[in-house]
């Protein structure tokens, strides 16, 4: 029979729902990048700016969640973690649609065409980030478990695993940046300067997503370890 934390039935309005919440919105937000990338490789910028204003949109969405949760978050609160380990946690899932935002955005002030050669690995690069972003979500979806059983436990180890997971993904986000900065850079002689500068901060930005799903999961980690 599983047994229940009693922490969880004193904590009245929980913070966990609305941090989930707004990590289902970031997971909306950039459920949109891969698309965005396609419209660029297909030079179609209608296609681009569309995919702009719905990434625009969610992370608006995601900034309301977050400065009320902020709001409303008590300074001191009978709970099993920290209040600031949640805002933390809220941070770096924040900063997911943020550098989203930044990606979209920079693809439609500046028209940037995808180098040859790079298109195949570029959407392999963006598509396994955005694979970090699932994860994280995934893990922010067990909170509410975690709370019932006290943070310790089959559950604990679940999630521990899931973060090790994580880890790993992360890892082969950073390999294939450093593999598509290297094509970037054979290339300068038949680039300018300048968009070879634009394209080195693109590649910035989409590892950008994955380091900042690992970090979710690393104040995870540090949540199970307290």
Same mark, same amino acid.
């Given at each position: ?28 937000? +950039?459920?949109?990048?891969? &698309? ?10 209608? &296609? ?20 009320? @949760? ?32 930044? +990606?979209? &955005? ?15 690995? @570029?959407?392999? @690069? ?13 893990? +922010? ?64 930005? +989409? &590892? ?19």
């Amino acid at each position: 029979m599983k047994t229940t934390n009693p922490l969880a039935s004193l904590m009245g309005h929980s913070p966990f729902k609305p941090l989930q919440e707004h990590m289902r919105v970031v997971s909306e937000c +950039i459920a949109e990048v891969p &698309g965005l990338f396609e419209a660029l490789i297909a030079d179609n910028q209608e &296609g681009v700016a569309e995919y702009k204003e719905r990434i625009f949109s969610k992370e608006h969405e995601a900034d309301e969640i977050k400065n009320n @949760l902020r709001v409303h978050l008590p300074k001191s609160l009978f709970m099993p973690v920290d209040r600031r380990d949640l805002l933390e946690v809220l941070v770096m899932q924040d900063s997911i649609a943020d550098t989203a935002q930044d +990606i979209a &955005g920079l693809l439609v002030e500046r028209k940037m065409s995808v180098p040859e050669d790079m298109a195949e690995p @570029l959407m392999t @690069l963006v598509n396994r980030c955005v694979d970090t972003c699932k994860c994280s979500a995934s893990i +922010i979806e067990e909170l509410d478990e975690l709370v019932e059983m006290g943070f310790r436990g089959f559950e604990a180890e679940r999630v521990q695993d899931m973060v090790n997971e994580l880890n790993l993904i992360e890892d082969e986000t950073d390999e294939m940046g450093m593999a598509l900065t290297r094509t970037l850079f054979s290339k300068e002689d038949d680039m300018s300067a300048v968009s070879v500068m634009f394209w080195y901060q693109m590649i910035q930005w +989409i &590892g950008d997503l994955a380091d900042y799903a690992e970090k979710v999961g690393d104040r995870m980690r540090l949540l199970l370890a307290r």
